[in-house]
Structures are given as structure tokens and as C-alpha cells.
């Protein structure tokens, strides 16, 4: 009995997890903080639970693109597609290699390292924002060069990917384009291309677990929903300094668990 009442825990906090990572990537980003770690609480292996979170949270990022493609830079997308689906595809091909205990040992790093790049993505949005106010001539980036500083981020994105999108926007604004919009877009562009390479890898691997999976989609999506209505009445700031708190307090639970 007591058995069965943990496992209907474990899935209401799947459920709360899903909704409010959902309302975070609305609002502010850094859903996956909560819903990689309640994917872990189902007892699911830590692969598996990254693979299938991937997969939940990803037609998220895809309605996001549907709204901003207005603002993608056309002469960008040849150099950027090719860069998001070899880098994706070699990033997910490798977490698939990666033995269990090994990426067990990576996650609280994983979780800090994108808790950092997310914390840090304030100062550097506004870096980015004061670059756009100077009138600069727009530039297309040399192709060769933005492959190469692209790539490892796409890499990163395919293998666990929090805090990868601010990465995508502070390499484009270094290779000289300017507006936030286009930084935006691109940004979902390769998120989108890159976690889409993975996710169909992980797919054809059978590393997703679908009953959990759609699980979390459904909440994630109606969080989604919920948090994009009331986007625009909530401090950004306050926003951005509950998800830190929330990757610092996760990741320092996985580092204390390893103990």
C-alpha cells in the first residue's frame, strides 16, 4: 500500500513539474531544472530521463518558432541548419553512449553549468540590447567561423542543452548581428533543429519512455499556455532569480546525493 501511495506521489509531482516547467520556459526559461529531475523521481534511468524530457518539452519550442519566423535571417539559416543538425545529432549519439554511472556523475555539473549560463543570460541580454541601440551595418558572418563557434554548443544542446539557447545568442551577437528579434529567432531555430535530430535518435535508439513522456508534454504544454498569458504581467527579474535559485537548490541535491 505504502508503495502504491509513493508511486501516485511521484506522478503528481511529474504532473507539477511538467506544468510549472512549462510556465517557466513561457516566462522566463529554465524548465527543464524541474522537469529533468521529476523525470528521475519516476525511477526512470538518467538517459532515458534526459531523452524523454527532451521530447516532452520540445513542441514547446517549436510553437515559439511559428511566431517569430518573421524575424529569422534567411542568409543565416544554410550555415545554421547544417551546424544545428550535425551538432545535435553528435551530441545525442554520444549521451546515448555514455554509460549510466558516468552521466549520473555529470548531472549536478550539467544542472550548475546551465544554471550559471542562465543566471549570467541577464547581464548579457542587456550587453546584447545596448550593442542593438548603436547603429552598426548588418553583417553576415563568414560561414566557416560560425560553424566552428556554433557546433560545440549545438553538441551541447543534442547531449543536455540548459542554458544552450543564451550560448546561440551571444555567439551570433559576437559574429556582428545586432537586433534581439533576430538573435530570438535564430536562437529557437537552433534549439529546435538541434533537439529534433536528437529527439529522433533517441527515438529510433528507444531511449524514450512514452508513457511518461506524453505525460509531461500535456502539462508542459498547458503550463505553457498559462505562462504565456500572463508573460507579460510578471518581473522579469523576479522570474530569472527564481529559476537560478531553483537550479542552484537542484543542483546542489544531485552533488549531495553522490556523496
Known amino acids: 500500500m505504502l508503495s502504491g501511495l509513493n508511486s501516485h506521489w511521484h506522478y503528481l509531482w ?3 513539474a511538467s506544468l510549472i516547467a512549462g510556465a517557466m520556459n513561457a516566462l522566463a526559461g529554465g524548465g527543464s531544472f524541474l522537469s529533468f529531475p521529476a523525470m528521475l523521481s519516476m525511477g526512470v534511468l538518467p538517459i532515458q530521463a534526459n531523452a524523454t524530457n527532451t521530447v516532452a ?27 544545428s543538425v550535425l551538432g545535435g545529432l553528435t551530441g545525442a549519439i554520444v549521451l546515448l553512449r555514455t554509460g549510466q554511472e558516468t552521466f549520473e556523475r555529470l548531472i549536478p555539473w550539467l ?4 544554471t550559471i549560463i542562465f543566471g549570467l543570460s541577464g547581464p548579457i541580454s542587456r550587453w546584447m540590447r545596448a550593442r542593438s541601440a548603436e547603429p552598426h551595418r548588418e553583417q553576415t558572418p563568414r560561414n566557416l567561423p560560425l560553424f566552428c563557434a556554433l557546433f560545440p554548443i549545438c553538441f551541447y544542446i543534442g547531449y543536455f542543452g540548459a542554458g544552450g539557447g543564451l550560448l546561440v545568442m551571444t555567439i551570433l551577437a559576437l559574429f556582428g548581428i545586432e537586433s534581439m528579434h ?53 518581473n522579469p527579474e523576479m522570474l530569472r532569480l527564481f529559476v537560478v535559485l531553483t537550479g542552484c537548490v537542484i543542483s546542489a541535491y544531485f552533488f549531495w546525493r553522490q556523496r
Open 57 to 83: 518539452l520540445w513542441p514547446g519550442q517549436l510553437t515559439s518558432l511559428a511566431t517569430l519566423k518573421s524575424d529569422v535571417r534567411k542568409d543565416l539559416l544554410p550555415v545554421v541548419c547544417l551546424t
Open 111 to 114: 544542472l550548475l553549468t546551465g
Open 182 to 234: 533576430v538573435l530570438n529567432a535564430m536562437k529557437i531555430v537552433v534549439a529546435c533543429l538541434s533537439n529534433l535530430v536528437a529527439i529522433v535518435t533517441f527515438i529510433a535508439s528507444g531511449a524514450v519512455l512514452w508513457h511518461y513522456c506524453l505525460i509531461s508534454m500535456i502539462f508542459a504544454a498547458t503550463g505553457g499556455y498559462v505562462g504565456a498569458r500572463y508573460a507579460r504581467r510578471m
Open 14 to 16: 511529474l504532473v507539477a
